[in-house]
């Protein structure tokens, strides 16, 4: 049987940051075990979440477009007629 992982070996498989896996494991998107106060994962469990999750970034669009599309207020402009003193010439 393999061994229990660490959060710090789940945290380098997926490539993201220790608080990260902490985060989903305790809201409960990413499957763990809490042994003795800390979070152990079972290897076969967070390679079936790898399969179930490959490619979830691909089917939702991109959140900077989809902000842009939904209506964001235009960047602020000065008005042309404000005098702005020049403080090098």
Request: net charge neutral; hydrophobic share 40%; glycine share 4%.
């Given at each position: 049987m393999e061994s229990m992982m660490t959060v710090r070996q789940v945290a380098e498989l997926l490539g993201v940051h220790e608080?990260?896996?902490?985060?989903?494991?305790?809201?409960g998107e990413l499957p763990s075990y809490k042994l003795g106060g800390t979070r152990r994962f079972d290897p076969d469990e967070v390679r079936g979440?790898?399969?179930?999750?490959r490619g979830a970034d691909r089917k939702q669009p991109d959140r900077r477009e989809s902000k842009a599309k939904?209506?964001?207020r235009?960047?602020?402009?000065k008005p042309l007629d404000v005098f702005q003193p020049r403080l090098f010439e």
């Open positions: 608080n990260w896996v902490y985060d989903q494991a305790a809201n979440w790898i399969a179930e999750h939904k209506g964001s235009p960047k602020a402009t």
